[in-house]
């Protein structure tokens, strides 16, 4: 039994959804592969797996309530702490073939169980990651209901509503500064910076302000309009501590080139993604620096099965 699932890119909100404001990311076609098949212990890769490098696996079988033995195999081209949710990818993707397998598949449970499994292994979560990758194509991750909500997620006394946005068929670039970031130690980092400044919340509220102006904008396919809100976002993730200068100079580098450009995912590092206004010309800049890059496009299917 094997899943298939998308990496996502979060467009507007990273952060703030944590607090409250919604956000909106896609799911991105870059994939992670995960095969099922039954054995004699629980292995991963065929060793048994190490709580230092297999924590989300482990969570994940765990909570999938399977009661068999298996061998669970990942193959991923997502790099880890890069921003692009590779550990909600391979999580989606596990726990997606061990409910195939108990014969309960549903994208639904799948979402849910993948969240919690998130949450318990870095302590504060939002859905964001692990619902874009079940789910597919653009949504919405937000506290109040945006028109009619895929799924509901509660987790202690806290509602997500997840809705489908209309797709954006657009190509972005994904640059990958080289360095890793700790989502958990990020996530942190913002909650000390918020507890300890009184303009922090101001600056999560207005970050949850673009993530709502741009949904507009996305549906009348505006780039001009979508790149202002990404350099605008970007500049509240640095307020809030999350940028580094790797990531600001892959920025600079592109702005002349391109509608827009913003740190995605948690920061510190990681991604960049990139709307070019001139595809061609932020290439050559990348290439030129030794950048790593992905030309990418919407994913709209999400987790699927392919075996």
Excluded: C
């Excluded at 703030?16 to 404001?21: I, K, L, M």
Aim: net charge positive.
């Amino acid at each position: 039994m094997i899943s298939r699932t998308p990496a996502k890119a979060i467009l507007f909100g990273e952060h703030a959804v944590v607090y409250g404001e919604p956000a909106i990311a896609m799911a991105i076609d870059l994939y992670s592969h995960v095969e099922v098949s039954k054995s004699e212990e629980f292995l991963v890769d065929g060793s048994p797996p190490e709580p230092r490098y297999h924590s989300y696996i482990i969570k994940a079988y765990e909570m999938s309530g399977l009661k068999e033995k298996v061998n669970i195999k990942i193959r991923s081209h997502l790099s880890a702490s890069s921003g692009l949710g590779s550990s909600a990818s391979v999580t989606v993707g596990t726990i997606s073939t061990l409910f195939a397998l108990k014969g309960e598949w549903s994208k639904t449970e799948i979402a849910k169980t993948s969240f919690d499994v998130e949450y318990a292994v870095q302590g504060r979560a939002s859905p964001v990651d692990t619902s874009t990758v079940t789910a597919g194509g653009f949504v919405i991750v937000s506290r109040e209901s945006y028109g009619k909500p895929i799924w509901e997620i509660e987790k202690n006394g806290i509602k997500w509503y997840v809705s489908s946005l209309k797709n954006l068929n657009q190509e972005f670039i994904i640059a990958n500064s080289g360095v890793r970031g700790s989502t958990g130690n990020l996530v942190q980092k913002v909650y000390n910076f918020v507890s300890k400044n009184s303009f922090g919340m101001d600056i999560i509220r207005e970050i949850g302000k673009i993530s709502m102006e741009s949904i507009k904008y996305l549906e009348e396919r505006n780039l001009e309009k979508i790149g202002e809100l990404m350099n605008r976002n970007n500049k509240l993730l640095t307020i809030l501590g999350v940028g580094h200068e790797k990531t600001s100079k892959i920025i600079d580098s592109v702005k002349d080139f391109s509608y827009g450009a913003k740190i995605t995912g948690a920061g510190g590092g990681g991604s960049v993604i990139i709307l070019p206004k001139n595809e061609e010309k932020v290439k050559e800049i990348l290439e030129r620096s030794k950048i790593k890059y992905y030309l990418v496009r919407p994913d709209l299917n999400g987790v699927v099965l392919i075996n």
